[in-house]
């Protein structure tokens, strides 16, 4: 089968899944969903925007033809992840989830679990702290419930409007970030607290190897549930399971 891929994108793992596809010659597109102003450049042609939910999905998925969809998105993209699966089910087009590992707790980690941001913001209530708040621009804003605090905030963009934070810093900046350079990060802003997804993979782990350094306590939001689908570790792996499944990638 001549394939016609569509990867679901926004991570690290969807762009070295671009740089895999690329060399290949087949046609493939990656889709953005355009939280970032400028993201990083890749291998493959782009588009960005949303789909209108699972029926949208499902209407670009015949219109274009796609034959198979590769996920590529974040671990707490979890609304994306359950369109895939209900449209590629509703169509019939064979899809897979380029997933990255979970962090898991290492010896010296303080980590206080909780299963949603909500339960996170919830976690915040009490004597004002500083806190390194790593959870990303859209769903910053719940943090607003607790004013008290003095946030530190890493975004990849400025933020385009002002922060709902009495009292914040934001630092701008674009990973993957290294544990000695995050190390010293906490240390100069003085942290108490750093809350965090718990995205897995390399490219943001150094705050979670710094604050185990320092000591820190880590308040780590736990990954939403998906539907149960086909998942592989690593781009090589999805070569291997679009050649199973029809794709003749020339390879």
Not at 1 to 23: F, H, K, Q
Not at 49 to 68: A, E, N, P, Q, S
Request: proline share 7%; net charge neutral.
């Amino acid at each position: 089968m001549e394939p016609n891929l569509l990867v679901l994108g926004g991570t690290t793992e969807a762009t070295a899944m671009c740089r895999e596809l690329a060399p290949l010659g087949v046609n493939a597109t990656v889709s953005l969903a355009g939280r970032v102003a400028n993201p990083r450049a890749l291998d493959l042609p782009v588009r960005i925007g949303g789909f209108g939910g699972v029926d949208g999905l499902i209407t670009y998925l015949r219109d274009h033809r796609v034959t198979h969809v590769i996920d590529a998105t974040h671990p707490f993209a979890s609304q994306m992840s359950r369109h895939a699966i209900d449209a590629c089910g509703a169509v019939g087009v064979p899809l897979v989830a380029l997933t990255r590992a979970p962090w898991k707790e290492q010896p010296g980690d303080r980590w206080i679990h909780v299963h949603d941001m909500q339960a996170a913001v919830d976690r915040l209530s009490g004597a004002p702290m500083r806190v390194f708040l790593a959870v990303g621009r859209t769903q910053m804003d719940a943090f607003a419930a607790q004013p008290q605090h003095h946030y530190v905030i890493r975004l990849v963009d400025p933020p385009a409007t002002d922060l709902p934070f009495p009292n914040h810093e934001v630092i701008v900046d674009r990973g993957p970030f290294d544990e000695v350079s995050d190390r010293r990060l906490l240390r100069t802003h003085l942290i108490d607290l750093v809350v965090s997804k718990n995205s897995g993979g390399t490219g943001a782990v150094a705050k979670i190897d710094a604050a185990r350094q320092l000591g820190l306590r880590v308040l780590m939001v736990d990954r939403p549930q998906v539907p149960k689908r086909a998942e592989v570790h690593g781009p090589r792996a999805v070569l291997v399971w679009l050649s199973r499944h029809g794709a003749d990638l020339g390879v």
